[in-house]
């Protein structure tokens, strides 16, 4: 059949290119093909292809934003299957290596923060008998009142903190390297007041840490497991759930006594439901092919999303949804009213590699190899497949031409494939966005997809019923050498919907930190100085640029101090950087000051659990490498008040005016009066 000619049918009848035209036409295809069609490759190589224009061929998504089309739920397994092998002609799997997931492990999910009320315990005797403190720090999480997993909690009185094993090898001749320097483990300590510091009891058990009023939620994958710790000295375990093998755990949240977990599952194209991904307390939660949506237009998938909430007194799992997509790169953000996920997805190449040479170089190439290209989109074949065609078609073509003719196609197809790229990259990479939304159980309440993709899910935020997305599109190898990087803002709808936009922040650079705060936006991005933009979001259909601060090295996480004053942490010349920004006026912001640290790295750059603010004593703390480290910011200047030298130092809390230093060998209690060392403890 037509579809299923062999690629050398492709070639001009009655033509036989010559040993020195082949050589000639290599030459030419090194460029046309490798340049522009493997250098598509290796941006789609790092994601799988999923969502597609509407025709194969012809990219049709608008540069800004598009609203997905219905999505609805698959009939049956025959229903998913069909859809499946559809979505299949689309893309290559297996050339396309799956990307890291929905946000990776829950420690990495983005980064910062507000600083809210301690939760408060139950009114049980035993809490009556205990001091509790009257002030006690939270998790640094990005909305206020939606905790987060992270490795330490507090309910004011006890610190839940969940160890993890940590290696010195110590060599001498003869020996082996000596054990684990801490033993990996959930501890519960009695923490106030802090001249009773001790340990109450462990938990066999290790991972981030959730705490809804007696009731410790440990994410020790595969296994999520519910302990009552009304009494610390005796925690009792009461539910788990264990995941299956094949179920990744993508996210958690805990909001007004619900646990919302997010997991995925690679797509079984031979039995793609129903599925599986958990039991609790020994009994499986199914999803059947009718409880999973899709968008009704087909696209390439290789995962289930599972949304669902669980109750944290028993584990009961009370809502659930599930939808297809990508397992490429993904955030996960909620608010109060919805939980958004997002998946990274690239329309077709082909279509985008037809829509050059037919709009921008069609006196490039002939008109036979133009038709050809054309034919092409009749095909019933892969995606990989398409640019298998592609390529022969081209590399046919170069055969034919002259030395001369072949020079001038070289670098008129590079100069132009360079500005084309430039101009109509935000058709090739795609966010997807699905709201969810929480006041009626689980419900899709819409969908839609920006430009570009998101740094963490602080890239996403909701204020006013508005949705503001910051992605970053290009930056990538691409068809010319590094494809040239554009950086920009959205607005969306309650609907997403396209509202408003600000684009080209940072040409040619790449965002390193977003936050969001009110109608004001703030956005970080770095190649070789600091572009910290100030955005005027009061006009949600009109948002602009409204100040630029360029100085040197870059910020990686912001974190509001006041309105008006933000701090940035980051790295200039190879050390961890702290900024204090004054963004009272929009169109002019200004670095108060900045202090350099002797460390190398922060945690604070990998995950914003690991900030504290203390409002109260005007100080902020953040681990380094060598120690832990406690900045005042009063009168508008740095200071370092306090440093504590001490390996693997992770995190700390308050408690009324005591400042707990968190590593995992020991604790350290600070008096906030006057910095002096209270009390210390030894695991």
Not at 62 to 70: A, Q
């Amino acid at each position: 059949m037509e579809n299923n000619q062999n690629l050398e049918a492709l070639l001009p009848e009655n033509r036989k290119p010559s040993p020195k035209k082949k050589k000639r036409a290599s030459k030419v295809v090194a460029i046309i093909i490798a340049v522009l069609l493997l250098g598509i490759m290796v941006i789609l190589g790092i994601q799988r292809l999923t969502f597609k224009p509407t025709s194969i061929l012809t990219p049709s998504l608008p540069s800004v934003t598009r609203k997905t089309e219905e999505v609805k739920k698959f009939e049956g397994a025959q229903d998913f299957k069909a859809y499946l092998e559809k979505g299949a002609m689309l893309s290559d799997s297996s050339y396309y290596p799956s990307g890291a997931g929905l946000g990776g492990n829950l420690l990495r999910e983005g980064m910062p923060t507000s600083e809210a009320a301690a939760p408060t315990a139950a009114p049980t005797d035993l809490a009556k008998e205990t001091p509790s403190s009257e002030r006690a720090s939270e998790t640094n999480v990005q909305v206020a009142g939606i905790d987060e997993p992270d490795i330490v909690k507090t309910d004011g009185k006890e610190i839940y903190y969940s160890g993890t094993n940590r290696y010195y090898p110590l060599y001498s001749e003869g020996s082996e390297s000596v054990p684990p320097y801490s033993e990996a483990k959930t501890r519960i300590l009695r923490a106030f007041p802090p001249e009773d510091l001790a340990k109450k009891s462990e938990i066999d058990k290790t991972g981030n840490l959730l705490l809804d009023k007696d009731i410790l939620i440990v994410f020790s994958e595969p296994n999520i497991i519910g302990y009552n710790v009304a009494d610390p000295e005796k925690p009792e375990k009461k539910w788990e759930l264990a995941l299956e093998e094949s179920t990744a755990l993508v996210a958690a949240r805990l909001y007004q006594d619900k646990i919302y977990l997010v997991t995925r599952n690679q797509i079984n194209g031979n039995e793609p439901c129903p599925i599986k991904p958990l039991s609790v307390n020994g009994v499986a939660l199914e999803f059947s092919c009718g409880d999973i949506y899709h968008p009704s237009e087909v696209i390439p998938v290789d995962v289930t999303f599972m949304a669902m909430t669980i109750d944290p007194d028993s584990g009961k799992v009370e809502d659930k949804i599930s939808f297809v997509g990508s397992s490429g790169s993904s955030v996960v953000y909620m608010s109060s009213g919805a939980l958004y996920v997002t998946y990274t997805y690239y329309s077709s190449v082909a279509g985008f590699l037809f829509d050059f040479y037919k709009n921008k170089a069609s006196d490039l190439i002939s008109e036979d190899a133009l038709k050809k290209l054309e034919k092409i989109k009749d095909y019933d074949l892969s995606e990989r497949a398409r640019l298998t065609e592609i390529e022969v078609i081209l590399a046919n073509y170069a055969a034919s031409l002259a030395s001369d003719e072949a020079l001038r196609i070289e670098n008129e197809t590079t100069n132009r494939m360079a500005a084309y790229q430039k101009e109509h990259q935000r058709e090739l990479e795609k966010t997807g966005i699905v709201k969810i939304g929480l006041d009626k159980g689980l419900e899709v309440q819409a969908a839609g997809a920006v430009a570009g993709r998101p740094l963490n899910q602080f890239a996403l935020d909701e204020y006013e019923s508005n949705l503001r997305v910051a992605t970053t599109v290009g930056g990538r190898s691409g068809f010319i050498g590094q494809a040239e990087s554009a950086n920009d803002v959205y607005i969306l709808d309650k609907e997403l919907e396209p509202k408003g936009q600000v684009h080209d922040l940072g040409v040619s650079e790449r965002i390193y930190a977003v936050r969001f705060i009110e109608d004001k936006g703030y956005v970080v991005t770095f190649k070789e100085t600091d572009p910290f933009y100030v955005l005027d979001l009061s006009n949600p259909e009109k948002p602009v640029m409204a100040g630029e601060l360029k100085i040197p090295g870059y910020s990686g996480y912001l974190h509001p101090i006041t309105k008006d004053k933000i701090l940035g942490i980051g790295e200039e010349n190879g050390k961890v950087k702290i900024s204090f920004f004054d963004v009272s006026t929009a169109a002019n912001p200004k670095e108060l000051d900045k202090y350099l640290l002797d460390e190398y790295y922060s945690a604070v750059l990998e995950t914003h659990h690991a900030f504290l603010l203390d409002k109260k004593h005007n100080v902020f703390f953040l681990p380094g490498e060598k120690g832990g480290y406690i900045f005042s910011y009063g009168d508008e200047k740095l200071k370092l008040v306090k440093a504590v030298s001490e390996f693997n130092v992770e995190r700390a809390i308050y408690l009324d005016d005591y400042l707990y230093i968190i590593s995992n060998s020991k604790i350290t209690v600070l008096n906030e009066t006057n910095w002096e060392t209270v009390k210390e403890l030894s695991f």
